[in-house]
């Protein structure tokens, strides 16, 4: 079954803290993508990262960093010193791939981080 | 370049009614997708359109369908609208390479009376 988990429904920081959203998956596929996006209060969901499942390298952007393990089923999400502006719903998203030709997303639950400052 | 531009930005409808919502998808970007956000079952994949041709669909019943133009454009379908169809409806314009980056529009908020 193909599933993807956010156990964290809400998370509060006070500013410049570090905080980590923690995403679960679960997929039978052997090739499939891995995604964070964000959605501020607005609505749009913005792209944040992608990860492949052959590469569990972990990746820095910024303040932003995530750690894909696969022999967890993990791809958590680090910010550093964390800002009023990145409060928001985070999501973390699956695609598998291996079946079909795809862009199908399947998101988890999402977790609303607020910042307070 | 140009983000996805989803029309109307809002809706309110009756029971009943039906109702077209449309997506705009990034220059040279072939597949188009649509799901559906509310507070209970968060985001939910509808359907997928890739080369005008429905390549993926989700568990939605029939009273939802889309389509894709040439242009690579798409609409999407709500016919004989229910109170619990009220919802956050986004489209997401991507490359249909598989497992492509996705980049969604506004959306658009349905509410339905």
């Known amino acids: 079954a193909q599933k993807v988990t956010q156990a964290q429904t809400e998370i509060s920081v006070v500013e410049k803290e570090d905080v980590t959203l923690d995403c679960v998956y679960e997929t039978r596929d052997t090739t499939y993508y891995l995604f964070w996006y964000k959605q501020p209060p607005s609505g749009e969901l913005v792209f944040l990262i992608r990860r492949n499942s052959f590469d569990e390298q972990n990746e820095i952007s910024g303040r932003y960093s995530w750690n894909f393990q696969k022999s967890t089923s993990s791809f958590n999400f680090t910010i550093t010193a964390s800002q009023v502006v990145d409060s928001a719903v985070y999501f973390c998203a699956l695609s598998e791939i291996r079946s079909y030709n795809t862009d199908k997303l399947i998101f988890g639950t999402g977790t609303r981080l607020q910042v307070f400052p | 370049k140009a983000g996805v531009t989803q029309t109307p930005r809002y809706l309110i409808k009756t029971r009943g009614q039906q109702v077209t919502l449309s997506c705009s998808p990034i220059?040279?970007?072939?597949?188009v997708s649509w799901y559906q956000q509310t507070p209970g079952q968060g985001l939910q994949f509808l359907f997928e359109y890739f080369s005008e041709t429905q390549r993926n669909k989700g568990n939605f019943p029939g009273r939802f369908s889309g389509r894709q133009f040439s242009n690579s454009r798409s609409e999407m379908n709500v016919s004989t609208l229910e109170l619990g169809d009220s919802a956050l409806y986004l489209c997401?314009?991507?490359?249909?390479?598989?497992?492509?980056?996705?980049?969604f529009g506004q959306g658009t908020r349905l509410t339905v009376v």
């Open positions: 220059s040279g970007h072939r597949s």
């Open positions: 997401a314009s991507s490359l249909g390479q598989g497992g492509s980056e996705a980049f």
